[in-house]
């Protein structure tokens, strides 16, 4: 058998407290003075292909690819330092207004020269959460999928995966490698970087792509026409004034009117 | 046709809710568009696939009927659609956004160089698709620039099924061509991982905890205004994931749906996956730091504040009342 080689696609999204505003064409946020970090649930498909990459215990690969702006490139270190041995940046100045399909094509260009042995994604993103790019990129490297996986091994014939399917259910699917898994978060606990890990991140290879050389741009399927602010769906009563006096309130509310106490 | 093609998920039991909400949804599209409305779904002539419509019946119904589609898998579905797709040409094609939808649909939408228009919680003129951003913080309008079926899948619980049921239509019968070696996958039987000891669906009130709580040591804070309550606790998904409570506590898409009396969310932001487990609820109270956080939306009492301070004054404020 060949060495293992397994690519790891990463986003890079807002940190999950980062105070949003929509930008002034109202077609996506205003990143400027953004916080940013690597997708969770693409963290934990990097954790499993390290995993997987120990586990074999032959001489294997893990690559981290990203798609994005420069700052990208500060998630393709950590990926480096947590443990992947080399990373593709394909630079990318307008990722927020390509459809999930070009994206998933941008993606695919870079993965299909590394003819992988595996290809991990997270199950969605936390900006645009379609939860579509591996089951697409999937589709555009004409391999097969499982989406929603927990848990992975490599088997004599291919894989063993655990899916999680709705409401605390979940089942056992076999499939042929290469193969494209959408990882579910919580499989496993994520690792993190050591300082040796940061050091030798330094100097691992980054390898940078202009996403222009990867194809041609061609329509969009889909138009992301405008951001706006959700409606609100309740009219929420806001207790304010000290802890005390906030819970006070709302405990008086529960008891006289919503009767719920 | 090139109509809008309603798809039903295969369920043991016939038409699910999910479907009867793909429906309505289809209908608030055909108000739209003037557009008629087919059903198609993946079933044998002996299941009760389209037994039953809430509201108007659809003007066709096509059930896709293949020996190596009586389990679901990804490669057969795509397949099948696919091939069915082709054939009646609908300008749409509307899924439920179930687990098994978000597993092949983005497959099948890829083979028309079409990309699904995922998650969808309103369908506005134009036809425009309202979805959800940044895990509920913003909503996105999205637009099909037309040339080829516009793929999109609805999200549980935002429509509502209306109307009388009973309605009949003529159900045609599609045989899709597949071969077994197109089928790469082979899934096992789904199974539960433990047995559920915990019944969050019947509790009356439930206080569900989120990472705003930031570590397992804080976790008494809560169980401490549980107590006091007398209610259940539960969790969102972070925080079982992280192994602070066990899996079955878990409130969700991926865990438990919940239906209590008082809901208090403690630390839960809103992701969506969080909200469709708790839509049930007839009072939620939201106790979260961030002003802006979704989980106010759906809220019927909030306090925009620390949970450190907030939970013990709560807890003790219970007490006190009772």
Known sequence: ?261 | MSGILVVQEARKDGNTRAFQETLAAGRVLAGYTGLEIEAAGVGDSNSNLFAEFIGPPPAAAHAIEHPLLSRYTSDGYVLAFEQLIRKLQPAYAVFPHSYQARDFVPRLATRFSQALISDVTAIESGPAFVRQLFQGKMNAVYRHPGGGPCFVSIQSGAFRPDGTSGGVTTIDHFTPEIDAAQIRTRPGDPFRASAQTVDLGSAQRIVGVGRGIKDAANLPLVQDLASALGAELAASRPICDNGWLPMERQVGSSGQTVAPKLYVAAGISGAIQHLVGIKGSQCIVAINKDRDAPIFEVADYGIAGDLFEVLPALTAAVKKAK
């Open chain 1, 1 to 261: 058998m060949t060495d293992m080689k397994i690519i790891v696609a990463i986003k890079q999204v807002p940190e999950r407290d980062a105070p949003l505003r929509i930008d002034s064409a109202a077609q996506w946020i205003g990143e400027s003075g953004l916080r940013y970090a690597m997708n969770e649930p693409d963290a934990y498909a990097l954790e499993e292909a390290l995993r997987l990459k120990e586990s074999a215990g032959t001489e294997g690969e893990v690559v981290a690819v990203s798609a994005g702006p420069e700052r990208v490139g500060t998630t393709l270190r950590e990926a480096l330092a947590k443990g992947a041995d080399r990373a593709i940046h394909i630079v990318c100045g307008d990722l927020a207004s390509r459809d999930a399909l070009a994206v998933a094509r941008l993606l695919a260009a870079a993965i299909q020269p590394e003819n992988p042995s595996l290809v991990l994604t997270g199950l969605q993103s936390e900006d645009l959460g379609q939860g579509q790019t591996g089951v697409i990129l999937a589709e555009l490297l004409g391999l097969p999928h499982a989406s929603l996986i927990v848990q992975a091994e490599m088997t004599a014939t291919g894989l063993k995966v655990k899916r999680e399917l709705e409401e605390g259910w979940f089942q056992f699917i076999e499939l042929p490698a290469p193969a494209v898994l959408t990882i579910q978060s919580g499989g496993n606990k994520l690792r993190y970087a050591t300082l040796m890990g940061i050091k030798r991140a330094k100097t691992k290879p980054v390898r940078t792509l202009a996403a222009a050389d990867l194809g041609l741009a061609s329509a969009p399927a889909v138009i992301l026409d405008q951001v706006t602010l959700p409606q609100k769906q309740k009219s929420t009563q806001m207790l304010s004034g000290s802890a005390e006096e906030a819970a006070a309130a709302l405990v008086e509310k529960l008891k006289f009117e919503a009767k719920v106490l």
